[in-house]
């Protein structure tokens, strides 16, 4: 069965810190989806990143970095130089090939950054 | 691109009442979409896949008669709330997806926020 597991509830830095937020994911697909999204205190989801299962490289985009692991199932989400801005809740998620689209969220970070 | 817009932001109606919640795509076309539901400090659940011209797909557990989901045009999906009680009170958030393969990147409304008194 597909299972997202963020397993930090909460993370709390002070700013300019560098964080990972970890993602363990479970699949019998061998083709599937992993994204992350950001969910600021306003509610909206924004999409991060989208990564599918054949593609590993890793990935920076500015302070943002992700790192895929097939080989432990982890999809970690590293930010440098945390600022107060990135304080918000992050999801991983999974999509499978055959299941239509349907995401499959973990639980959720909530990374608190302080001045 | 890639925006997606939710009406209303924050509802609040009496018990027994329908709701109505918008769900558009502003700038692409939107073959599927989708319905999520999510509690305080919780992650989203999905409700439902909606799909343009046919019937949703309803997740195990959602009551379809309660949740009545149309999505009549590549644009819009709409989520109505018939007979709102107050452990309806929610976050319910759509999602879209700008490609024609509903594996592709979903984008997210802003959410709107349901109270039922």
């Known amino acids: 069965a597909q299972k997202v597991t963020q397993a930090q509830t909460e993370i709390s830095v002070v700013e300019k810190e560098d964080v990972t937020l970890d993602c363990v994911y479970e699949?019998?697909?061998?083709?599937?989806?992993l994204f992350w999204y950001k969910q600021p205190p306003s509610g909206e989801l924004v999409f991060l990143i989208r990564?599918?299962?054949?593609?590993?490289q890793n990935e920076i985009s500015g302070r943002y970095s992700w790192n895929f692991q097939k080989s432990t199932s982890s999809f970690n989400f590293t930010i440098t130089a945390s600022q107060v801005v990135d304080s918000a809740v992050y999801f991983c998620?999974?999509?499978?090939?055959?299941?239509?689209?349907?995401?499959?969220f973990g639980q959720g970070t909530e990374l608190s950054v302080k001045p | 691109g890639a925006v997606v817009s939710q009406h209303p932001s924050r509802v609040i109606c009496k018990s027994g009442t329908s709701v109505k919640i918008e769900c558009r795509s502003l700038?692409?076309?939107?073959?599927?979409m989708f319905w999520y539901r999510q509690f305080p400090k919780k992650s989203l659940m999905l409700m439902a896949t909606?799909?343009?011209?046919?019937?949703?797909?309803?997740e195990q557990g959602v009551e379809k008669d309660k949740f009545l989901i149309n999505h009549a045009s590549l644009t819009l999906s709409t989520l109505t709330v018939t007979s709102a009680h107050p452990e309806d009170s929610s976050f319910y958030i759509c999602?879209?997806?700008?490609?024609?393969?509903?594996?592709?990147?979903?984008?997210f409304g802003p959410g709107t926020r349901l109270t039922v008194l």
């Open positions: 999602s879209a997806t700008q490609g024609g393969v509903s594996t592709d990147t979903q984008y």
């Open positions: 990564r599918n299962s054949f593609d590993e």
């Open positions: 909606s799909n343009e011209g046919s019937k949703a797909t309803y």
């Open positions: 998620a999974l999509s499978e090939n055959n299941q239509g689209g349907k995401l499959i």
């Open positions: 699949t019998r697909d061998t083709t599937y989806y």
């Open positions: 700038d692409f076309q939107a073959t599927t």
